[in-house]
């Protein structure tokens, strides 16, 4: 009646398969190399800083160019925030999940961001640097 070999370790727990891990199958936790979670860890700490300056000019949030869907996602600052914390716990983006119908004038890129947050540290140590370069 059985046509087919039959596997000797079908039904058997000491397969010596069992144990070997498939390195094609998908890990339900896949946690962050020590440079990604660096990254990650920077990109909060450049988030406060964002936050606390452009949050009072009205910038809601940032928005960022999503590669899988072509089209530009918008997040709050607090979204932001809480899809890095996901990354950095559970190893794996949440860029999915953008604000509920946003206006796209009330948020600005990642870059903008770096280069407002650049140009006010640069105002603020204005002055306060060494010259001797200059003076020769
Ligand atoms: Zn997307």
Not at 17 to 32: M, T, V
Not at 47 to 57: F, V
């Amino acid at each position: 009646m059985q046509d087919e070999p039959i596997d000797p370790f079908t039904g058997d727990p000491t397969d010596p398969a069992a144990d070997l891990d498939d390195p094609g199958r998908e890990a339900p936790l896949d946690p962050l190399t020590e440079v990604e979670r660096q990254d990650v860890l920077e990109d909060l700490a450049d988030l406060e800083i964002y936050q606390a300056l452009l949050a009072p000019i009205g910038v809601r949030g940032l928005v960022i160019e999503c590669e899988d869907c072509r089209e530009p996602h918008y997040f709050d600052w607090d979204l932001l925030r809480g899809n890095l914390r996901h990354l950095l716990t559970s190893g794996r983006p949440r860029v999915h999940e953008p604000a509920y119908d946003p206006d796209p004038d009330h948020y600005v890129t990642w870059d903008y961001a770096r280069g407002y947050a650049d140009g006010v540290h640069d105002t603020l140590s204005e002055g306060t640097e060494d010259e001797a370069d200059a003076s020769n």
